[in-house]
Every structure is written in C-alpha cells, then in structure tokens.
C-alpha cells in the first residue's frame, strides 16, 4: 500500500520563529489533507489539498502532486500551535486515509 | 458549521466485555469511517461505510468488530469481546463525497482492563 513518510519527527521551536513540515508519499493520491492533533487528543482539519497551495491565516500548504510531497507551513509560531500534526493521503483506490507518524511540535516561550 | 460528535468520549470496560461506540456524522455526509490510534503511534483505518455497507476494511477489523447505521443519523461500531490491546482512541469521520475532505469526530478513549 502507499506509505507516508513526514519530516521532521519533532521540532522545537522559539514562539514567533517560522517552521516547514513535509509529508512525501510513494504513490498518485486523490485526497490529502493535514491535521494538527491537539493536547486532548482531537483531530483537526487543517487543509484539504490533494494539489495546489491554500492559505488559512499563519499556515499554508503546499502540494506537488506530480512531485509526491505536501508541505505545511506554519509563521510566527505560537504555543497554541504546539501538538502532532499529521499528513494523509488517499491512494489511488479505496477511500481510507493513510496517516504518517505525524511531526510533534513544542512551541516554546 | 457542522461537526461529527461522538459518544461516550471515555469508555472503561472489562476485558471480554462488549462495547459500542456512537457517532453522529455531518447530516448530509454520505460515507462514514472509523479508525482508531493507539497510545503514541499513528492513526489507523478501520472500516469505511456507504450505501448501508462495508465499502472497505483493514486486517484490524475482523470478526469481533462490526458497524451499523441503525438509522438516519446515528453510525455506531460495536467491539464483541473487547481484549488488552483494544485500548485506543477511536475516531468516527464522515465526508460528502468518497474523495472529500474526511472531518473527524472528537475521538471516544476506550480503555480495556
């Protein structure tokens, strides 16, 4: 099945510094979206974007479809942002989602 | 703007004990999915649901689990005979269509003793 892969693991980060999360994918994909996984355990939408770039206040995504990667921006950091944030894509067949091992964020300041 | 609900949101039970999960997906969704995430690791998929059946489901799901839309607006999974290593958060999602954006219920925490 499609694996996915998402860099760094962890990240510390000063409260206002800027940070790029990416997710790589081994196959095409219909859907990917990323999710911030806050500290009750809950999984929030953060971006459907299976191509193209979308822009939600300080995060941005971007993903290159052809290029199997997707990469999420986050500006000016702040501690709220701290959590695991995950990428997921749907394969080429099916609708399940295939979750990475997420990127665990510590905003610090 | 609409969101999935869950219940309960923490769940204890006996091992061997049988346990059903709710969930309330976004009313006008018309696929429905489970997964589950174990204690640190990541998020695993289930089952999907539409049209009133099983459209997919991993090796995770055998016989002791099963899903059920009893009616319009209620999407349950039942564990028959929970064990150890049931111990999980499990997520319910819904999305309008199959490709669509999946939006995740708030999780209920299933501890198995």
């Known amino acids: 099945g499609i694996q996915v892969e998402q860099s760094p693991p962890d990240l510390i980060l000063q409260e206002g510094a800027n940070s790029t999360l990416r997710c790589n994918f081994s196959d095409s994909v219909n859907n990917l979206q990323w999710f911030h996984q806050n500290p009750w355990g809950q999984l929030i939408n953060l971006f459907y974007?299976?191509?193209g770039t979308k822009q939600n206040g300080r995060l941005s995504a971007t993903t290159v479809a052809t290029e199997r990667y997707s990469l999420l921006y986050i500006s000016s950091s702040q501690t709220t942002d701290s959590g695991v944030y995950f990428c997921?894509?749907?394969?080429?067949?099916?609708?399940?989602?295939?979750f990475g091992a997420g990127t665990i964020l510590r905003v610090k300041s | 703007e609409p969101e999935v609900t869950q219940t309960p949101s923490h769940q204890v039970t006996q091992m061997g004990q049988e346990v059903i999960l709710r969930c309330v997906p976004i009313?006008?969704?018309?696929?429905f999915y489970w997964y589950r995430q174990i204690l640190g690791q990541k998020v695993e998929f289930l089952v999907s649901f539409y049209n009133n059946e099983i459209s997919e489901k991993s090796e995770i799901f055998d016989d002791q689990f099963s899903v059920e839309r009893p009616d319009g607006s209620n999407f349950t999974l039942k564990i028959r005979s929970t064990k150890l290593e049931d111990s999980a958060m499990y997520f319910c999602?819904?999305?309008?269509?199959?490709?669509?954006?999946?939006?995740f219920g708030p999780g209920t925490r299933l501890t198995v003793l």
């Open positions: 009313s006008n969704h018309l696929y």
């Open positions: 999602a819904s999305s309008l269509e199959r490709l669509d954006a999946q939006y």
């Open positions: 974007i299976p191509s």
């Open positions: 997921a894509v749907v394969g080429k067949y099916g609708n399940k989602l295939v």
